[in-house]
């Protein structure tokens, strides 16, 4: 008699033993979660800021700055040349930290053709970089898509407005 | 009289103990390994944020600009550089103090578009940072010299140039002229202090071991080479090697696209052969050899019609 009710005891004892770990791996991953979320929205949040930063600088980074190309220096001038270029290099696809990087070109207005080798420079949108994945909103500025042309007597420079559009990948998911 | 032992505990309670040592030792050891992931956190978001920040260091037309980044917390900032791939890549890595115990974090935040030069490990608070474009012929990217405001460097006897550049930039650990006990001393044409410049043969001395630089504007990799630990500035060199490389790929592509326009068509032979010799660098005593290709390249581009740079 005095056993059972000793074993009785050890299983009260073992049931309050797993009751209270698993109240700690409850709160365990409870932590853990609001944990993760946090830093899913850090990482977008910093996502964010870089495309926010970068769309005001990326116009004079060597591969899409007119340089002194088209006269005087200029900010915020691309060279649709080198533009059309690079769209075709997949070396570039991890090179800026984003998941898109287009030119829309908005005077005048060519629509949604996008751009390749067969209607350069007749055309409207330049899918620098694609990864197809899901993006947070665009950040964009304005900028100056240079040129140059011919009208079989004189080779002039003709520059373009455009909307130059970048998006970061959205973590969150 | 019945004996009795010291200590009497039954099976329940001793069960209970041990029970409880196990739960509370895991607690413990599950509280520190969170606070490890919550510190290693902290470091690669700080380590992402700096590289973020340095995205308004690129420069348009200005010849040098610079900034400052405060951290809370002690920081030691450790330069990776990698020179594999198509563009190598720049990792920053952060240890934090904590509670006086550092605290070393294996996340590597990585940056194929940044160019960091600076020893291998920069300690402080406040950062300083300053960038200047490297041109070569064209523009490859922007430099960025990191340094601790703890460390103040004097340039003694410097050209005019670097010493108007220098007072400009009003960097307060970077000194002209008046050098304290403590400064890194940096000499011009003098073989006598801790980092010794010499623009005859386009080397920096440092630490017993030299280094070279060029460029269009040769202040570039100069301070490079000077704010930099060797094996960063090779590795760094290298990769900036690797954009030329890309970047010529794309002007000569350019020089087809314009041809058709009625442009000349006389760069393309010496820009493929500038990035063959890009990509084919060893270390910086190579950049006298690719500078002279770089020279004709850009003598091809001022004799065109159409400029393609």
Redesign the interface.
Known sequence: MVSKI?QL??QE?IFM?VA??LL?VLV?IF?LSI?LSN?KQ?ATS?AE??SI??V??VA????L?C???FGT?R?NCI?F??L???SK?T??S????VAKIEVRKILPDEGDKICDDSNYPNCGIVNVLDKNVKILPYSSNFVSLCR???DGKI?YNKCELAVLLIASEDKTQ | MEKKGALEISFGWLFAIIAGIVIIFLAIYLSSKLINVQQTTISAETGQQIGILLDPLETSFESAQTTSITIPTETRINNICDPSGTFGEQYIQLDQESFNKWIKTNINVGFLNKYLFSERQVQGKKFYIFSKPFNFPFKIADLMYITSSDVRYCFFNSPDEITTEISQLNQSNLIVGNCSVGDIKICFGDSTCDINVDFNSNSVDKNGTSVYFGGADESALMYAAIFSDKNVYECQVKRLMSRLNEISSLYVDKELLTEKKGCDNNAGADLSELSSLARELNNSGDLEIVKMKADVVDGDNNARMCLLW
């Open positions: 000793g005891k050890i004892m033993i209270v770990a700690f365990g932590f944990n830093v850090t910093l800021q870089n930063l970068l005001s600088k004079n980074s060597p591969e700055s340089g002194n190309a220096s900010t060279d040349d080198k059309i270029s690079l290099k070396e570039y991890d090179f800026w930290g140059k042309e011919t080779i």
